[in-house]
T-cell receptor, first 114, second 115 residues
Framework: KQEVTQIPAALSVPEGENLVLNCSFT??????LQWFRQDPGKGLTSLLL?????REQTSGRLNASLDKSSGRSTLYIAASQPGDSATYLC?????????????FGSGTQLTVLP | GAVVSQHPSWVICKSGTSVKIECRSL??????MFWYRQFPKQSLMLMAT?????????EQGVEKDKFLINHASLTLSTLTVTSAHPEDSSFYIC???????????FGSGTQLSVL
């Protein structure tokens, strides 16, 4: 059974800092990996989707990378802002399950201090 | 982008009652929808896959008679928590698969509190 792990569980940084969130997975046969943002008591907003054939995706201040061989993905946030404060979840689709099913990590709760 | 509406956003009920949660894809048809539950500070756990016009597929450990799923149309799936108990209190989130893009869009979630 595939597992997705995120560290750290919580992170607090001052405004303006660049930061990296980590995600690791046990099944290297991955279809794609996604990063989501979740605000308290809310649903999920998709940030970036990386297909297995890709190594990274960028959107604005966000950059996500995927290394299948090491079973890792990172989400890089540049010039962090207080509005970036949220829980960030990574989720993967694996060959051992339906390509449409996602296995989620437990998330990293980010706080950006003004 | 595509929009998925989930209703209600929160509900409080007495133990033993049933609660229905709706998940609607507003501007696209979704033959497949997913239901997740999330406990505080934990990740989303897939409960079941809902397919339009057929029976839902439940994950191991999820009681199908406890969590009734109906996907009667291409834009609506419902999750009914039957005879709810305090341990069913959780955050429930649905997602709908946009067939054209193969992307998943999530509802805003339902916080269920069973007294």
């Amino acid at each position: 059974k595939q597992e997705v792990t995120q560290i750290p569980a919580a992170l607090s940084v001052p405004e303006g800092e660049n930061l990296v969130l980590n995600c690791s997975f046990t099944d290297s046969a991955i279809y794609n990996l996604q990063w989501f943002r979740q605000d308290p008591g809310k649903g999920l907003t998709s940030l970036l989707l990386i297909q297995s054939s890709q190594r990274e995706q960028t959107s604005g201040r966000l950059n996500a990378s995927l290394d299948k061989s090491s079973g890792r993905s990172t989400l890089y946030i540049a010039a962090s802002q207080p509005g970036d404060s949220a829980t960030y979840l990574c989720a993967g689709s694996f060959s051992s399950g339906s390509a449409r099913q996602l296995t989620f990590g437990s998330g990293t709760q980010l706080t950006v201090l003004p | 982008g595509a929009v998925v509406s989930q209703h209600p956003s929160w509900v409080i009920c007495k133990s033993g009652t049933s609660v229905k949660i709706e998940c609607r894809s507003l501007d696209f048809q979704a033959t497949t929808m997913f239901w997740y539950r999330q406990f505080p500070k934990q990740s989303l756990m897939l409960m079941a896959t809902s397919n339009e016009g057929s029976k839902a597929t439940y994950e191991q450990g999820v009681e199908k008679d406890k969590f009734l799923i109906n996907h009667a149309s291409l834009t609506l799936s419902t999750l009914t928590v039957t005879s709810a108990h305090p341990e069913d209190s959780s955050f429930y989130i649905c997602s709908a698969l946009h067939g054209g893009s193969e992307k998943l869009f999530f509802g805003s979630g339902t916080q269920l509190s069973v007294l």
